[in-house]
C-alpha cells in the first residue's frame, strides 16, 4: 500500500466514488466549481491552482478577460470549492523591468516549499516561457528570473529539494500551438540558473497521449515514488482531445520513469468538458492531498472555459498504471 508523503489535510473537499463507476478518477457532482464568468470582466477561468493555506484554500487562477487578455489572479475558499476570486490581476513585484515588463500570463502552478508559495506560469518574453515568482501571503508577489529561454510551457516546481536543488518539470515548446511534446526534468541551486536537463518521458505514439504529453499538478511524493499527474493530447479528425494520465517517477532520480498509465484516467465526456472555447479539454494544474486517508482532489480545466474538481485516491491512481 502507498503512502502519501505531506502534512494531514482534514479538510480536504471530498465526495465518495459514485456505485458502480469503474474509473480511477471521479468528478464532482456539482461541477463546474467555477463559472466562466465569476468575474465581472471574465471570459474563462480555467486551469489553475489551489493550495492548502491558513485554515482553508488560496489559489492563483487564470482568468481571460473579454479583451481575451490572458491574465492570472489571487482566489480564496475556506472549502476549496466555493472560491472569491480578486477581480484585478496579479501584479508582480520586480527589480528588473527587463523581467517585469508584462506580455501575458497563463496555467499557473502553486508549489509551497518550506515557508514560501512558489508560483510558475506560462509567462510571455518574446515567446512563452516559464515565469516564476514567490509569495508567503498571496498579496505581494516577488518575480524572480525566468526559468528558461523561449519557448516552454507547464513547469511545475517539485515541493521540495531534491540532491540539494530546486527541480521542475516542463514542456518544451514552440511560439504556437504546439503538435509536439515530451516532459524534460531540470534543477536549480538558486530558481536562477537551470540546468541538468533529462529527459523524463514522450507521447506513445498511438492513442490518448500520442501527439504530446506536458505535467500538470505538483508532483505528489509518496513511499513508491513521485506521482506525477500529467495531460495527454490526441490529434483527432476534430482537432486537439486532451486527457489525464498519471506516471510514477523514482524519488531520487525524477527523470527515470517506474510505471505508467496506458489508459487514460479522465478524458472530457461532460458538455462542460466537452463545449467551450476549446472543446474536448480537461487539463489538470492542481491537486490537493491528505496524507491520513490518501484521499486526492485534483483541479482540472474544462474546454478553456471552466473550472472542475475531480477526485481520487493514492491507491487508485497506483493501480491505474503499468
Given at each position: 500500500?502507498?503512502?502519501?508523503?505531506?502534512?494531514?489535510?482534514?479538510?480536504?473537499?471530498?465526495?465518495?466514488?459514485?456505485?458502480?463507476?469503474?474509473?480511477?478518477?471521479?468528478?464532482y457532482s456539482q461541477n463546474p466549481i467555477i463559472p466562466r464568468?465569476?468575474?465581472?470582466?471574465?471570459?474563462?477561468i480555467f486551469n489553475s491552482a489551489a493550495v492548502p493555506f491558513k485554515d482553508g484554500f488560496a489559489g492563483v487562477f487564470r482568468c481571460d478577460n473579454r479583451q481575451r487578455q490572458m491574465r492570472i489572479h489571487t482566489g480564496f475558499s475556506k472549502n476549496g470549492i466555493d472560491w472569491s476570486i480578486e477581480e484585478e490581476p496579479?501584479?508582480?513585484?520586480?527589480?528588473?523591468?527587463?523581467?517585469?515588463?508584462?506580455?501575458?500570463?497563463?496555467?499557473?502552478?502553486v508549489t509551497k516549499i518550506e515557508d514560501k508559495y512558489y508560483v510558475t506560469w506560462c509567462n510571455g518574453y518574446h515567446g512563452p516561457t516559464i515565469g516564476v515568482a514567490w509569495t508567503t501571503d498571496f498579496k505581494e508577489y516577488h518575480q524572480l528570473e525566468n526559468a528558461f529561454l523561449p519557448y516552454n510551457r507547464n513547469g511545475v516546481l517539485?515541493?521540495?529539494?531534491?540532491?540539494?536543488?530546486?527541480?521542475?518539470?516542463?514542456?518544451?515548446s514552440d511560439?504556437?500551438?504546439?503538435?509536439?511534446?515530451?516532459?524534460?526534468?531540470?534543477?536549480s541551486p538558486d530558481l536562477v540558473y537551470w540546468g541538468k536537463h533529462r529527459h523524463v518521458m514522450s507521447p506513445i505514439r498511438d492513442g490518448?497521449?500520442?501527439?504530446?504529453?506536458?505535467?500538470?499538478?505538483?508532483?505528489?511524493e509518496t513511499s513508491e515514488g513521485w506521482l506525477m499527474i500529467y495531460h495527454g493530447v490526441l490529434t483527432s479528425c476534430n482537432g486537439f482531445v486532451y486527457h489525464m494520465g498519471v506516471a510514477l517517477l523514482d524519488l531520487n532520480e525524477p527523470w527515470k520513469?517506474?510505471?505508467?498509465?496506458k489508459k487514460y484516467i479522465l478524458a472530457p465526456w461532460e458538455i462542460y468538458e466537452c463545449v467551450g472555447d476549446v472543446p474536448n479539454v480537461v487539463f489538470p494544474c492542481a491537486a490537493l492531498t491528505d496524507s491520513e486517508t490518501g484521499r486526492i482532489a485534483i483541479y482540472y480545466g474544462c474546454a478553456d472555459t471552466v473550472t472542475g474538481l475531480a477526485f481520487t485516491t493514492v491507491d487508485e491512481l497506483m493501480n491505474a498504471m503499468e
Open positions: 500500500m502507498a503512502e502519501i508523503i505531506s502534512n494531514p489535510l482534514p479538510n480536504i473537499p471530498w465526495e465518495e466514488k459514485p456505485q458502480n463507476y469503474n474509473g480511477q478518477v471521479w468528478r464568468d465569476l468575474l465581472k470582466k471574465s471570459n474563462s496579479i501584479k508582480f513585484i520586480s527589480n528588473d523591468p527587463e523581467i517585469g515588463k508584462f506580455e501575458y500570463a497563463y496555467d499557473p502552478r517539485f515541493p521540495k529539494k531534491i540532491n540539494g536543488n530546486y527541480a521542475m518539470v516542463s514542456r518544451p511560439t504556437g500551438h504546439t503538435a509536439f511534446g515530451d516532459i524534460f526534468y531540470s534543477e490518448w497521449q500520442s501527439t504530446k504529453i506536458g505535467p500538470g499538478p505538483v508532483p505528489i520513469v517506474i510505471k505508467r498509465s
